[in-house]
């Protein structure tokens, strides 16, 4: 998992209204929020993005709503990763759970420019400004993520263990409300 | 041994591979563990729904986990705006009548979800709760662990009934002194995002504890565990006591739904993270500016702010009781002539209370619109969309640039009274001046 692209870079608190307004939620369609994502920030964003980009951000990135059209979105208009300071938790799951790479890499953050180049390889978590000659560690991945980064993101991840019978019990189990049966008080 | 709140909760529905674990192992739970949770209730709307139903489609599974446990309401866009927002409120309801869900709410019997819920009688204290919504932190409130997750999560949380989660470091947040008149939960939590900021708490959950919160009412624990999502927290927990247990009895939910009558507390010298001890007694009315929910000041602080437009209601502010607050202060005013006034009551059950209390009347006489329950325009969907260059004073909680309508608008963010006042006022200003 190694990308080149150009930078895209803001700055902290970026909200998921401003990854893409909630005045295009009426279609989940990636390639329709696409063509608004960033767009209250960055209005030539959507236009001149290329597939590869990268957009680097600081503190917070995805702060705000669980809509999943945010990383959608960025992930549909070709950004092969985010690099940020830190990320909300929300998009962080999000974004992994899709597949869209992120890595939480301050220094790379803090030191890129828009129009710098990245190389970014997310398995080995190294960040590389081809523009500075600079080198960066990413925070680590857990093992958890890394499995989940593996399978392809969550839906691969959870039907293999669904086909595998680990939520057998949970699926099986009385429904929350089900009536009581004759003679239990 | 010792745990948090959010360690409790989050430990008692521990599985592996399933199984629920032994005691002494859920004893042994703590912060910054990875675990699968089994969740007791699964919520998505009509915005984040169709994504779930989507992704839901290619787990390999025809049905989900538990129909009784999976809850549907159409809230963002509706009673729907457009073409395309019917289009997916209408793949909602296919997908609720196949799957026989028995919470589906729908126009006419809805309303907005984190005050639908807990009415319903659909969260109860020890409840783990996921939801495609980032305000499912509300019920921390009643002791549950609330939290917002994406459709991708929803959907597999809807077919295996269970959720992955980092065990959250938890913030001691205690609240010190007596509340002043007119001080309220919106007021209390806009304050302590802006001392901790926006990303305050991230990863982290939130205790609110303290003298000046005992006896608290219901819908402004409601309020305040609403928005531990605006600096960034996982969930914002109140423990249980006697005015949640009046709660609880008042609103019974399903009438064979599993009841908790334990106490949820934190353990005694449980391990914080950090403590933050907020002083009370001087608070005034609470304002946050635009753009972010912790640029707040106090009401007198703000100088001339002028508005085009009041929004009172929404999950955070949309209950009975915060129209209330709102209808004492607008008995007997008119809202100003440069004012558009819009109440949005949180539920169907919100809206028939309003009216037999005449508080419908009141608005309505005072000039301003009364709406069906909908998210509407805290989000910018629909009724209520700014225009460049307006600015909107709004009980909601969010003020990010655009949030509300057009990129170069603005949203003020405070509670009922203060809303109500600044209305007839035309200006953003205390209770106190209108009532004087």
Known sequence: MRWTGKVWKYGDHIDTDAIIPARYLMSSDPDALARHCMEDVDPVFASEVQPGDVVVAGENFGCGSSREHAPIALKAAGISCVVASSFARIFYRNALNIGLPILVCKRGADEAQTGHRFEVDVRGGVVKNETLGTTYPADAFTPFVLGLIDAGGLIPYTRDRLRDGVFDGLRGQATKEQPKRAGQS | MLQTLAERLLSSHAVRDGQPLALDAQRSIHANDLLEVRVDRVLANDITGPIAIREFSKLGVETVFDPDAIVLVADHFTPNKDIASAEQTALLRRFARAQGLKHFYDVGRAGIEHVLLPEQGLVRPGDVVVGADSHTCTYGALAAFGTGMGSTDIACAMATGSAWVRVPE???????GELPPWIGGKDLILYTIGQIGVDGARYEALEFTGPALERLPMHARFTMSNMAIECGAKAGLFGTDCVTSAYVTAHPGPPLCVRHTEPWQPDAQATYARVVRLEVDALEPQVARPFLPDNVCGVSELGDVCIDQVVIGSCTNGR?????EAGDILRGHEVHPDVRCIVLPGSQYVVRQAAREGLLDTFLRAGAAVSTPTCGP?????????????????TTNRNFRGRMGHPE????LSGPAVAAASAVAGRITSPEEVLR
């Open chain 2, 378 to 394: 805290c989000l910018g969907g629909h009724m209520g969309v700014l225009a460049a260059g307006e600015r909107a004073l709004s």
């Open chain 2, 320 to 324: 009975i009781e915060d129209l209330r």
């Open chain 2, 409 to 412: 608008s603005e949203v003020y």
């Open chain 2, 170 to 176: 938890s913030v001691r947040v205690e609240y010190v």
